[in-house]
């Protein structure tokens, strides 16, 4: 892989971590964003991991806290805020509250390149709430026209697939990758334009 055209990409939540864990031996860099709840008790606060970074916080894992908090760390520079792909479950709050303070800080107006979203199948769409919960999001994204591909196999057959993806994501439009592909879907979004080239 020309690792050019694979930076930057985003694993963002504990289950895009196992799969960040699968593209170590690749030749781009990947960066992970997670979070960490304390130990009850011991004195410590939570944590915002993103690479070997670490932030220490006093929010729980909720989304209005952690949306703020992820608005503050973008505004004041703190990790960088700039990826080309975004990839992990919808469902994790994590995931919920980053994207949605990128699209408070405007990241996305200010710049010409619109993120790619490639969701993990979503582990709570069995639940009612879950897809309540996702179909806000959703419209969030949509209004933005951000781009949402989506992942249906299990972790497994994903990881090969996310492979393949980013092998031929500088040369095949979304449209043309998802008649070819099994298991993967464009769902909202732009899907006429490039991958890479925006």
């Keep these: 892989m020309n690792s050019n055209h694979y ?31 304390a130990i009850p008790f011991s004195g410590l606060k939570n944590t915002i991991h993103f690479n070997e970074q670490k932030f ?13 908090e992820f608005v503050s760390l973008i505004q004041s520079k703190q990790f960088s805020s700039s990826f080309k792909q975004i990839i992990g479950d919808p ?6 509250a980053f994207c949605c303070a990128l699209l408070e800080t405007q990241l996305y107006i200010q710049r010409d390149f619109h993120e790619i979203h490639i969701w ?3 582990m709570g769409m069995t639940s009612l709430d879950i897809r309540k919960e996702l179909a806000q999001f959703i419209y969030k994204l949509k209004k933005h026209d951000t781009a949402v591909l989506l992942l249906r196999k299990p972790i497994n057959e994903s990881i090969e697939i996310l ?18 592909m099994d ?9 006429s334009f490039n991958l890479i080239d925006g």
């Excluded at 220490?56 to 703020?68: A, G, P, R, V």
């Excluded at 469902?91 to 919920?96: A, K, T």
């Design 163 to 180: 492979k393949t993806i980013l092998a031929k994501i500088d040369i095949n439009s979304i449209q043309l990758m998802e008649e070819k």
């Design 183 to 191: 298991g993967f879907e464009f769902l909202i979004g732009k899907s």
């Design 91 to 96: 469902s994790e709050l994590i995931y919920q």
């Design 120 to 122: 993990l199948y979503p």
């Design 7 to 37: 930076q930057p990409i985003l694993f963002l939540g504990n289950r895009a971590l196992t799969v960040c864990e699968s593209f170590k031996e690749e030749s781009f860099k990947a960066n992970c964003l997670t979070f960490t709840s």
């Design 56 to 68: 220490e916080t006093d929010c729980e894992y909720e989304f209005d806290c952690l949306k703020n």
